[in-house]
T-cell receptor
């Protein structure tokens, strides 16, 4: 079974530029998550999708971050314009059912450095 | 913040020793999970313990849960160099919501 795929793995951009990350979850997984992990900290949820609908985006900085999952499969996370504090690993994860009680499978992450 | 807290932040032991990590959380939970993260990699699920369970084993892992103290512990027995990683506890406070992660414990096992 293929895991959660993410790209690009690494990205360096200047502040105020834009960047987009792509995620392909495990086949058949209805729930998709984007987490932000700053170095030395635990992952923080940015947004949770159930199929193509948003379940929770309360911690997504909507003035600069956007995410979509148009067909309920792949997802894209965009940052525009980027700030220095956005330097982090962006982890995509998926599960067969929403949240609690279900194992969440993580991708390898997309490492963003904003200079 | 509802974020959990792991203790200690960092732990260094020798191969063959046991490693114990603790996690405290702030809300009622449905279950609590532990994940491992090797340097530069994604998170890997280790074990899940439900709120009505007190102890669970999986191989060299032993997890305990004390809901009255809102705390959990992860014990790795007979540690190996390959156990070197960061360990995170994670929980959700109600069904269907995403996991809330703690800040992690960095374990270093030297041979």
């Amino acid at each position: 079974e293929a895991g959660v795929a993410q790209s690009p793995r690494y990205k360096i951009i200047e502040k105020r530029q834009s960047v987009a990350f792509w995620c392909n979850p495990i086949s058949g997984h209805a729930t998709l998550y984007w987490y932000q992990q700053i170095l030395g900290q635990g992952p923080k949820l940015l947004i949770q999708f159930q199929n193509n609908g948003v379940v929770d985006d309360s911690q997504l900085p909507k003035d600069r971050f956007s995410a979509e999952r148009l067909k309920g499969v792949d997802s894209t996370l965009k940052i525009q314009p980027a700030k220095l504090e956005d330097s982090a690993v962006y982890l995509c994860a998926s599960s067969s059912l929403a949240g609690s009680g279900n194992t969440i499978y993580f991708g390898e992450g997309s490492w963003l450095t904003v200079v | 913040s509802q974020q959990g807290e792991e203790d200690p932040q960092a732990l260094s032991i020798q191969e063959g020793e046991n490693a114990t990590m603790n996690c405290s959380y702030k809300t009622s939970i449905n279950n609590l999970q532990w994940y491992r993260q090797n340097s530069g990699r994604g998170l890997v699920h280790l074990i899940l313990i439900r709120s009505n369970e007190r102890e669970k084993h999986s191989g060299r892992l032993r997890v305990t849960l004390d809901t009255s103290k809102k705390s959990s512990s992860l014990l790795i027995t007979a540690s190996r160099a390959a156990d070197t990683a960061s360990y995170f506890c994670a929980y959700s406070n109600q069904a269907g919501t995403a996991l809330i992660f703690g800040k992690g414990t960095t374990l270093s096992v030297s041979s």
